[in-house]
T-cell receptor
Framework: DQQVKQNSPSLSVQEGRISILNCDYTNSMFDYFLWYKKYPAEGPTFLISISSIKDKNEDGRFTVFLNKSAKHLSLHIVPSQPGDSAVYFCAASKRGNQGGKLIFGQGTELSVKP | KAGVTQTPRYLIKTRGQQVTLSCSPISGHRSVSWYQQTPGQGLQFLFEYFSETQRNKGNFPGRFSGRQFSNSRSEMNVSTLELGDSALYLC??????????????FGSGTQLSVL
């Protein structure tokens, strides 16, 4: 039962253009969402998060949008840079979380071409 | 401040053997979680420890176990290894346990190969 889904395993964009990574979830109890970025041979690093009481959160080139009615969130990277090439995971946390348990999607590998 | 440290980085074992992985959290962090990453499956939650107590457990068989020591360091053990246990095992630490908006800090992982 995949509660968090990233349906695109890979995405390729040109440097300077916008990258849009998508994530869908099924559990309406999720109330906090995060995006992590992972380079090969390294652990995931936190990128940006959003609470379910908001529909947008921005941090520099990164913006996360949340559409609760559609149970969908997206990560926008503008402008994309070659250094953004990595695997991006979305993750969700639910109300009453007993701790340490984030539900992750399968990841989307982003490739930014110079 | 040192990050999350996992040892060893790489491990090769054969079926039926057991393995122990180690994790040292960020100084001051008392919660340690373990995740398994396999291609196409994302990160699957194994368990979480806080103050030497297991607080939460994922859907893995009993062959997967863990513990946490008084200095917050944690170990994960897998007994009777199977080929399907080949994966990257990631440890993550956080300051507290149970907060909805908790942010996890991950180590670089231990790549386990079972032959």
């Amino acid at each position: 039962d995949q509660q968090v889904k990233q349906n695109s395993p890979s995405l390729s964009v040109q440097e300077g253009r916008i990258s849009i990574l998508n994530c869908d979830y099924t559990n309406s109890m999720f109330d906090y969402f995060l995006w992590y970025k992972k380079y090969p041979a390294e652990g995931p690093t936190f990128l940006i998060s959003i609470s379910s009481i908001k529909d947008k959160n921005e941090d520099g080139r990164f913006t996360v949008f949340l559409n609760k009615s559609a149970k969908h969130l997206s990560l926008h990277i503008v402008p994309s840079q070659p250094g953004d090439s990595a695997v991006y995971f979305c993750a969700a946390s639910k109300r009453g979380n007993q701790g340490g348990k984030l539900i992750f999607g399968q990841g989307t590998e982003l490739s930014v071409k110079p | 401040k040192a990050g999350v440290t996992q040892t060893p980085r790489y491990l090769i074992k054969t079926r039926g053997q057991q393995v122990t992985l180690s994790c040292s959290p960020i100084s001051g962090h008392r919660s340690v979680s373990w995740y398994q990453q396999t291609p196409g499956q994302g990160l699957q939650f194994l368990f979480e420890y806080f103050s030497e107590t297991q607080r939460n457990k994922g859907n893995f068989p009993g062959r997967f176990s863990g513990r946490q020591f008084s200095n917050s360091r944690s170990e994960m053990n897998v007994s009777t290894l199977e080929l399907g246990d080949s994966a990257l095992y990631l440890c993550a630490s956080s300051l507290v346990s149970g907060a909805t908006n908790e942010k996890l800090f991950f180590g670089s992982g231990t790549q386990l190969s079972v032959l």
